[in-house]
């Protein structure tokens, strides 16, 4: 995973670019889920 099959040349910078918007969508998506896991405790009766 973050590594492109066949383009052994791209320049570390844009696979850190790669891997740095990866990690940001995974921990906005883990943000999302725990906001929700949180408004379902909360509006639990």
């Known amino acids: 995973m973050g590594t492109a099959i066949g383009c052994p040349s791209q320049p ?4 850190e670019d790669a891997d740095q918007s990866a990690i940001e969508a ?3 998506e883990q943000a999302k889920e725990q906001a929700a896991m949180d408004d379902s405790l909360d509006t639990k009766p």
């Open 26 to 28: 995974y921990q906005a």
């Open 12 to 15: 570390g910078t844009a696979l």
